[in-house]
């Protein structure tokens, strides 16, 4: 299974972006999916999520109302819609996805394959 991450770039605050997730060798639409971020001297944090079944989101307080998890199933990809961003958003952004039998979206240690990162940089 392998996951690129893709779409980070420097930002004004108030901006949007979109991170993509590549997908290979695992189908998006029966396995959960994550978006997770890392700043500097920080550990890493849950952002959104989407599980297999229901296909229900979930999202971090920090970002409900202005980011958006969706994915597409013909393309098996995933995205990250980030719109009115803000400075304390910036940050390495990893897709990640689990086994079948994980219990919990939010939790990094559920997830057993991460992409590579793409970083987000929002200035104010």
């Known amino acids: 299974v392998q996951l690129q991450a893709s779409g980070g770039g420097l930002v004004q605050a108030g901006g949007s972006l979109r991170l993509s997730c590549t997908v290979s060798?695992?189908?998006?639409?029966?396995?959960?999916m994550g978006w997770f971020r890392q700043a500097p001297g920080k550990e890493r944090e849950f952002v959104a999520g989407?599980?297999?079944?229901?296909?229900?989101?979930n999202y971090a307080a920090s970002v409900k109302g202005r980011f958006t998890i969706s994915r597409d199933n013909a393309k098996n990809m995933v995205y990250l819609q980030m719109d009115s961003l803000k400075p304390e958003d910036s940050a390495v952004y990893y897709c990640?996805?689990?086994?079948?039998?994980?219990?919990?979206?939010?939790?990094?240690?559920?997830?057993?394959?991460w992409g590579q990162g793409t970083l987000v940089t929002v200035s104010s």
């Open positions: 989407i599980r297999w079944s229901p296909s229900s989101p």
């Open positions: 060798g695992r189908t998006v639409s029966t396995f959960s």
């Open positions: 990640a996805t689990g086994p079948i039998s994980m219990t919990s979206i939010v939790s990094p240690y559920e997830y057993n394959y």
